[in-house]
């Protein structure tokens, strides 16, 4: 028996609750590799998993945790063998299928990636699905022509986790960054990782009757979308790529989304790490090895547990969470 956090609904009352339980392996969905889990972490996703209207999951019982990171403990594909370090970003799981917050996972051999050499499994996991999207956001930024030198790049939602990996990264293969937040306290922080200006919030969520503004930004990673993305997507340069990661602030857009395109020829990235096929999956880990500093990692991580979960998946919906919430499932 092993500890795991199981949400669990009423079905007369349609309410769910979460708790920290014992299941054996015989609870876990079906797989041809066994996971001994280190860590997982705390997503925007996760939050939905466990709040009280149970928000993505179609079955219960349900453990949720969107990625994890640990060792091989049995397998029967030949790409793993028992002792393997092994991350996993996506798939689903943790919405459709069981998660990593639980100290034992199993899944198809498919939905995982040897960890990175050098790359401890908590490191992996402040770096989780966030930090995986963070870096497929820049690659995609790189394949449509950003280049260090060519002007600020604006990152939205720059406090939370997708928001402060890419600006580490970003700052830290020498682009300029804009990192905007609607908390001021987080100034410290930002440039911590590597910001070198500070946007508020509200200076990009007014809306103006503008269909263009004056050109500011060489490059857009951008985790909010909403009234936000309509905004910035008016005040890029000419021939520039917003990658669109999230929906925190809406999945409408406000303004004249034409003109920006055919005026300006801006390009909208949408960035889905879901589904990524193992190449580009092995070549972002690869990259984030060797483009994000650990010190600056380190400076992203709040520890937890897996008891502290019910309350974390609360406040990440309400955005009082900061950088990366790294859950040690053996604490």
């Not at 876990?28 to 889990?37: K, W």
């Not at 997982?40 to 998993?49: A, E, I, M, P, R």
């Not at 051999?109 to 870096?135: C, H, Y």
Request: net charge negative; charged share 20%; glycine share 12%.
């Amino acid at each position: 028996m092993f500890n795991a956090l199981v949400v669990r609904k009423d079905e007369e009352s349609g309410k769910t609750s979460a708790a920290v339980e014992q299941i054996g392996l015989d609870d876990l969905p079906d797989g041809n590799v066994t996971v001994a889990v280190d860590f997982s972490t705390v997503n925007y996703k996760d939050g939905l998993c466990i709040g009280p209207g149970g928000g993505l999951v179609r079955n219960y019982p349900h453990v949720p945790g969107i990625d994890f990171a640990g060792t091989v403990e049995s397998s029967d594909d030949d790409r793993y063998k028992p002792g393997d370090k092994v991350v996993l970003t996506g798939w689903r799981v943790g919405e459709n299928r069981w998660g990593g917050y639980a100290q034992k996972a199993r899944v198809p051999a498919d939905f995982l990636v040897p960890l990175p050499e050098g790359m401890s499994t908590r490191q992996a996991m402040a770096v989780g699905t966030a930090g995986l999207t963070a870096m497929l956001a820049v690659m995609a930024l790189e394949d449509h022509g950003l280049k260090p030198g060519d002007g600020p790049v604006l990152v939205t939602g720059a406090a939370g986790g997708v928001g402060s990996v890419a600006t580490a990264i970003l700052a830290n293969l020498g682009h300029e960054v804009a990192a905007v937040t609607g908390r001021p306290e987080q100034e410290d922080y930002l440039r911590g990782l590597g910001a070198s200006q500070i946007v508020a919030r509200e200076d990009l969520t007014e809306v103006t009757r503008k269909p263009l503004e004056a050109e500011q930004w060489a490059g857009c990673v951008d985790a909010v979308a909403g009234a936000m993305l309509g905004r910035v997507l008016k005040q890029m340069k000419y021939g520039t790529s917003v990658a669109a990661i999230g929906l925190a602030g809406g999945a409408a857009i406000e303004g004249a989304l034409i003109t920006p395109f055919i005026l300006r020829g801006v390009n909208l990235l949408g960035i889905d790490s879901v589904m990524q096929p193992f190449a580009n999956r092995e070549r972002a880990w690869q990259r984030i090895a060797a483009d994000l500093p650990m010190d600056k990692l380190e400076a992203m991580i709040e520890p937890a547990s897996l008891s502290d979960l019910p309350d974390l998946g609360r406040s990440i919906l309400k955005g009082g969470v900061r950088g990366r919430v790294v859950v040690d499932v053996n604490a």
